[in-house]
């Protein structure tokens, strides 16, 4: 089993529709989380944290479940700028900052 | 905005070549880390530092790359000889060891190996 696993899409949904994205992760000692955000040809670029609490910020929204060893990302009210590939990165071991990398969600705003 | 930097952004060479990449993490960031992302294998991490001490090169192939941390705002990846399958984009990312922190990417160096 990977360590990282997220459904590599790809998910193409109409601008203006609320998407969401599960990853799971396979360390249940697992300490952080967080979603990245890759645009084609570009650099991985941190998009939010994930925290234990849930957080939200602006369209986005990210939930923790460890119980289910799950993370998720929803997006409301989605825009054309939105299209990327979204990676879902753990970090499995406290006090190591070694981060895993799932393969990515892609995902494309229709028009 | 702070920003690790990477030199070259591209680079096209031969086989056999011997290929550096460079990388500025971003001041005051005491951790880089070195990855190589190609369409098949995603994002692998080849090497990281901590304090310019190297703690992980387990997913470098070792008889070709080598990476090094001359000082705090220099890191550097050098594969020699360099063939055709190393062709991919090797970015560079600094973090600060300090809880558990995200990592910042550079642009990135586009590498083809001919």
């Known amino acids: 089993r990977k360590e990282v696993e997220q459904d590599p899409g790809p998910f193409n949904v109409p601008e203006g529709a609320t998407v969401a994205f599960n990853c799971t992760y396979s360390n249940s000692a697992s300490q952080s989380f967080f979603w990245y955000r890759q645009d084609c040809r570009k650099e991985p670029k941190l998009l939010m944290s994930?925290?234990?609490s849930g957080n939200e910020d602006g369209r986005f929204t990210a939930q923790l479940n460890r119980a289910s060893q799950y993370i998720s990302l929803l997006i409301r009210d989605s825009k054309l700028s939105d299209s990327a590939t979204y990676l879902c990165v753990v970090n499995p071991n406290f006090g190591n900052e070694k981060l895993t990398f799932g393969t990515g969600t892609r995902l494309t705003i229709i028009p | 905005d702070a920003r690790v930097t990477q030199t070259p952004r591209h680079k096209v060479t031969e086989m056999g070549q011997e290929v550096t990449m460079r990388c500025q993490p971003i001041l005051g960031h005491n951790t880089v880390f070195w990855y190589r992302q190609t369409m098949m294998q995603g994002l692998e991490l080849l090497a990281y530092f901590r304090n310019r001490a190297p703690l992980d090169d387990s997913g470098m192939p070792k008889d070709r790359f080598s990476a090094e941390m001359p000082d705090a705002t220099l890191a550097t990846l050098k594969i020699q000889p360099s063939e055709p399958r190393d062709s991919a984009v090797y970015f560079c990312?600094?973090?600060?060891?300090?809880?558990?922190?995200?990592?910042?990417f550079g642009d990135g160096t586009r590498l083809s190996i001919l």
């Open positions: 994930v925290y234990s």
């Open positions: 990312a600094s973090g600060l060891y300090a809880g558990q922190q995200p990592q910042h």
